[in-house]
């Protein structure tokens, strides 16, 4: 039965009533960049690549879902970024450039300058850079502790931190020779530059200096998730310190610190645990206070008590998990076991010094 017409209501095309953008090549945006490729789309919105129908310049643009849930401030990205560059700081260079906002056909976009590859791009081995010379680790490290050190002391939380959101800005590469230690000398190829710039501001949030400043819930996705998130406590800027830690190993080791298959935040605990080292009692007393049976404090050391003592353990539920909890070695052990390009006693202890002061 077709529904009743009313003549007063004007018709809606089609892609009003879409809630997430379509890629269609050569569509016109804002009336001048024009699409020519889809960049890839997250839980907020649709990334393309479009050139300026005016200058021929290459620009990213992210259309914003329409779902209301998910987009209360759809400025939010751009707030943030104004906060940035009223900063007047040198380091706004480490972020994406906003360069201009407007709509499309409902869609409320955002015009940013076109960064290179992302860390994700890289630790995958897309562009084939594996393993990275140890020099440029250092200074990629050095740039995102910096970058996140320049939004905290502007009160910003950036609550989404992970190599997809870090970019090279340029993934120009070079051909060098260097010693394999097991195949001898061959071919590397390295980037030209490692400058970084930093994506996605569009959940990030503010805090005051204020201790009793928290916020809560679930931010970021699993992999790059602190503990106090995990667990469900208040938490506040050492989000963003422990995905920095996150991807700094990460682009060390080549690979992932957690797999993307891990299934509950108990598990992901227990990841933590057998990767990164016991928790500390007082925290662990802590958590205790509010979710019993977290913790085992019984013994000389504190661990993660999995599978969680409220569940039945199945043969279903719990093989896959506690497989991949037993084939997880601590980090210490990757670290040691990695081979890099050059050698790690080239990162002077002055240089290294520097950043351990930096992250604290």
């Known amino acids: 039965m077709n529904s009743p017409v009313r003549p007063c209501a004007p018709s809606q095309p089609r892609h009003s009533l879409e809630l997430r953008y379509a890629f269609k090549d050569n569509d016109l945006i804002m009336k001048k960049?024009?699409?020519r490729r889809s960049l890839g789309r997250g839980g907020f919105g649709t990334v393309v690549l479009a050139v300026d129908d005016i200058t021929d310049t290459a620009v990213a643009i992210k259309l914003l879902h329409k779902d209301?849930?998910?987009?209360?401030?759809?400025?939010?990205?751009?707030?943030v970024y104004r906060a940035l560059l009223a900063g007047c700081d040198p380091r706004i260079y480490l972020f994406a450039e906003v360069i201009s906002s407007g709509t499309h056909h409902g869609f409320h976009c955002i015009v940013?300058?076109?960064c290179g590859a992302t860390l994700y791009d890289i630790v995958n081995g897309h562009?084939?850079?594996l393993p990275f010379p140890a020099r440029h680790i250092l200074e990629v490290a050095y740039q995102l502790v910096n970058a996140v050190g320049y939004l905290h002391s502007l009160g910003i939380i950036h609550a989404d931190l992970k190599l997809d959101n870090i970019a090279v800005r340029d993934q120009t590469t070079t051909t060098i020779r260097w010693l394999n230690p097991l195949t001898g000398f061959e071919d590397k190829k390295i980037l030209v530059t490692t400058q970084i710039c930093v994506l996605d501001l569009g959940t990030a949030v503010t805090a005051s200096s204020s201790p009793s400043s928290l916020h809560s819930g679930r931010v970021g996705i699993r992999s790059y998730r602190s503990p106090e998130v995990t667990l469900g406590?208040?938490?506040k800027f050492g989000v963003d310190v422990f995905a920095v830690g996150c991807m700094?190993?990460?682009v060390y080791l080549g690979?992932?610190?957690?797999?993307?298959?891990?299934?509950?935040?108990?598990?992901h605990l227990a990841a933590l645990d057998r990767v990164l080292g016991p928790f500390s009692r007082v925290f662990a007393r802590t958590v205790e206070a509010h979710f019993p049976g977290t913790f085992d404090l019984d013994d000389n050391e504190v661990r993660v008590i999995y599978p969680s003592l409220d569940t039945v353990p199945t043969r279903d539920t719990h093989s896959a998990p506690m497989l991949r909890l037993e084939n997880l070695q601590p980090l210490s052990v990757d670290v040691h076991n990695i081979e890099l390009v050059g050698c790690i006693g080239s990162w002077h202890s002055t240089q290294l010094n520097v950043l351990h002061l930096r992250l604290q």
């Open 68 to 79: 209301a849930d998910l987009n209360e401030d759809v400025r939010q990205e751009e707030k």
């Open 248 to 250: 700094i190993a990460e």
């Open 127 to 129: 562009l084939s850079l």
């Open 233 to 235: 406590l208040p938490w």
């Open 255 to 267: 690979n992932y610190l957690f797999s993307g298959d891990i299934s509950s935040d108990r598990e």
């Open 112 to 114: 940013f300058e076109l």
């Open 33 to 35: 960049y024009r699409v």
